[in-house]
């Protein structure tokens, strides 16, 4: 015996509550499709960073095979995609002790979990904990490739120190290029690409030489990702923004603002009489982050704390979000606002400076196809 239930009909935009985090199916798609494509032509694995992202949803679209090779910036996103049925799973922050004890548990759950450390005594703590759990870690070193935010250097001798201490523990090396978001051009994408992919092989090489092999060679940084470096020996990429894009991803170059997918729904709330070129709106620091990245680029690639766009998503020129309180945003225009412009109850959206952030004050997206007609509402998990 069946039952037939009415269907609820789909909001739109405009019936909301406000602030929510609007995602361009379209968009996403096109940016998964073209990282996908270009790594495949080049025989080179793609483990998506899901950092940004953190949902289900767009995990299936971004894996180029079922359940493929994820990468997660927290334990609670190992642990959630794990309840959902991946596998194969990249914690890329450094494995502190007092993590152990959720890793080995996503490991007696059938996650084959690769950790990654960058000092001798977290690779002890690793190998203590491997023979007192009898399992086998799969942990990488972490290469510092030019950040100096974590990770050894390609030619030290802290490196082999590590390897020793992993012992059968030990998987490969990995490094980030995030010194790339200091640059402005795609020569500079490709300069920092070459370091990353030469500071791998160093350090491969090296550990090759003193009878480590490794398994994996994992890199990955959204602007490095798609230039066009020799990516012989590597074995994966890891990126993550691509999905979304962001004002300052398209400020350096690394995308455009067509591909920015994420923006956040918010309201008019205020337009004070006696000053013409503001208004405000109901999304402030706590839904848009107080990231001020993009105050480093110049003139109107500074988008103060996002751009401003119309419900259809179109660029209001001029706009920006200038300044923000938890929960109000000040919008202002460089000439005065027309009077029947932006009025008490209007809503706009909102690109942001840094997706990352913006997105993890929110727990869903309200997705879009080109309309403002909502055709999916995809959660995502938050917290550590």
């Known amino acids: 015996m069946s039952s037939t239930f009415p269907q609820r009909p789909l909001p739109t935009l405009e019936q909301l509550s406000t602030p929510c985090l609007v995602l361009e199916r379209g968009k996403l798609a096109r940016n998964l499709i073209r990282m996908a494509a270009a790594l495949s032509i080049r025989g080179i694995g793609l483990r998506p960073h899901l950092k940004t992202a953190k949902s289900v949803e767009i995990a299936r679209l971004a894996s180029p ?81 030019g950040e100096h935010r974590g990770g050894v250097l390609p030619d030290s001798s802290e490196l082999l120190v590590i390897a020793r201490l992993l012992g059968s523990n030990f998987a490969g090396v990995a490094t980030h290029g995030g010194q790339s978001y200091g640059e402005r051009s795609r020569e500079g994408f490709t300069r920092v690409a070459q370091v990353e992919t030469d500071a791998l092989r160093t350090a ?11 398994e994996i060679l994992s890199l990955g940084s959204s602007p490095t990702a798609l230039v066009g470096v020799d990516l012989a020996g590597i074995t994966e990429l890891r990126a993550g923004v691509y999905m979304m894009g962001d004002a300052f991803q398209t400020g350096i170059g690394a995308c455009a603002m067509d591909d920015i997918a994420l923006s956040v729904l918010a309201e008019v ?70 009077a029947g412009a932006f009025r008490i109850g209007d809503r706009v959206r909102i690109l942001p400076n840094h997706a990352c952030p913006t997105a993890a004050a929110h727990d869903r997206y309200f997705v879009v196809a080109a309309s403002r007609e909502v055709v999916g509402e995809w959660t995502r998990v938050n917290g550590w």
């Not at 991946?86 to 084959?112: E, N």
């Not at 000092?119 to 086998?136: K, Q, T, Y």
């Not at 491969?204 to 490794?214: E, I, M, P, T, Y």
């Not at 999304?283 to 982050?289: I, K, Q, T, V």
Request: hydrophobic fraction near 45%; glycine fraction near 10%.
């Open 204 to 214: 491969a090489a090296r550990l090759h030489a003193a009878g480590f092999q490794s």
């Open 65 to 145: 095979t079922p359940f493929g090779p994820i990468t997660v910036s927290t334990l609670r996103e190992a642990e959630y995609f794990s309840h959902h049925g991946w596998r194969d799973i990249f914690y890329a922050v450094g494995l502190g002790p007092g993590k152990l004890a959720r890793a080995v548990a996503l490991m007696r759950a059938g996650v084959r979990l690769v950790t990654m450390v960058d000092h001798p005594d977290a690779a002890a703590a690793v190998r203590d904990c491997a023979r007192r759990e009898r399992l086998s870690f799969r942990t990488v070193i972490e290469i510092d490739c």
């Open 269 to 338: 709330i205020g337009r004070p009489a006696n000053r013409p070129h503001e208004f405000l709106i109901d999304a402030g620091a706590f839904a848009l982050s107080k990231d001020s990245s993009t105050a480093v680029l110049a003139g109107e690639r500074n988008a103060g704390f996002g751009f401003v766009c119309d419900l259809d998503g179109q660029v209001q020129p001029g706009l920006r979000v200038t300044k923000v309180w938890q929960e109000h945003g000040l919008v202002v225009s460089p000439t005065p606002l027309l």
